[in-house]
């Protein structure tokens, strides 16, 4: 979890961070959530025109509950509510990705655009449109979940329980999965030296070892930057996006995924002009800074 104070000019003055610990319930974490808003403001010493949560999803951002979150394991959580009463400050509650596209438009790489479509490249794949410079929520509250397009019929399975989403191709999580299948399998690579033992292989030693020129690691981006153009290629069209940011832990590989993915999305995507796809410029601290844009630009900024 990470928690930032932040300025009405979107500049982020103090910035902390915890292990969520999600095993614990929701609960503890919302307990940890409010002690460390509590420590955030006792340090920043100003007064605040309230909270603005961003989490994972889907949820109902009118109401600020968590409906479910598959990484988490809530259900029906209303973080809203109790973060309400611990803090007695005024909270909004809207999905994680939703807050990283908002963060990119408002202070990002998506400045001066006003059709904005976001990918976040984590423990999942979220995703954030704005329309307009306007959220779009959709009827139930959560469109925008391009990780759960299917980009492998009969594919791996996710963790929403159906196969073949994008998310189980290009979170973190699953490039750290796929090179310890590769590996398994007997392939030979230097990513075991940069993690050490498999179990603790994680998607930035698949990064270090592309440092390195290793050819599975390089495969492995390869595959991210297809599946990615993969669902690129329905989405563009759909949302008829300006500009495609992504962001994430995973899109920090750089060019070992933007580099085959605009190649690929180059190759599929007809009849329409070409569609910049940029990295994030806010990294980890775009949610923090969408969150607060909507608390500071006067309510959600939604389309029904």
């Not at 974490?29 to 605040?48: F, T």
């Not at 599946?227 to 994430?248: E, H, K, M």
């Amino acid at each position: 979890m990470r928690c930032g104070l932040v300025s009405d000019q979107g500049e982020l003055l103090v910035h902390r961070t915890r292990p969520t610990l999600a095993h614990r319930g929701p609960e503890a974490v919302i307990a940890d959530i409010a002690a460390l808003i509590r420590e955030v403001l006792q340090e920043g010493g100003r007064r605040v025109a309230g909270v603005g949560m961003a989490s994972p999803g889907p949820l109902n951002p009118k109401t600020g509950v968590v409906l479910r979150t598959p990484n988490l394991r809530w259900n029906n959580v209303p973080l809203k509510d109790k973060l309400e009463q611990a803090l007695g400050l005024p909270t909004t509650v809207d999905n994680d990705s939703q807050m990283t596209a908002y963060g990119e438009w408002w202070k990002g790489a998506a400045q001066g655009y006003s059709h904005v479509l976001c990918l976040t490249l984590g423990t999942g794949v979220g995703g954030g449109v704005l329309i307009n410079g306007r959220i779009y929520h959709g009827y139930s509250g959560s469109a925008g979940h391009i990780g759960h397009l299917i980009v492998e019929p009969g594919g791996a399975r996710c963790g929403c329980g159906a196969v073949g989403c994008l998310e189980a191709y290009a979170s973190a999580t699953a490039i750290a999965r796929r090179a310890r299948e590769r590996l398994a399998e007997g392939r030979k690579s230097v990513i075991i030296r940069c993690a050490g033992n498999l179990e603790s292989l994680t998607s930035y030693n698949v990064y270090q070892a592309a440092l390195d020129g290793d050819t599975l690691a390089l495969e492995i981006f390869a595959e991210v930057g297809h599946y990615l153009a993969l669902a690129l290629t329905s989405a563009i069209p759909l949302f008829d996006p300006q500009v495609v940011v992504i962001s994430g832990q995973a899109a920090e590989a750089g060019d070992f995924i933007f580099k085959p993915l605009r190649k690929r999305l180059g190759e599929l995507l007809k009849l329409r002009p070409a569609v910049p796809v940029l990295p994030s410029t806010l990294g980890d601290d775009a949610g923090i800074i969408g969150a607060a844009g909507v608390v500071f630009l006067g309510g959600r900024p939604s389309i029904d």
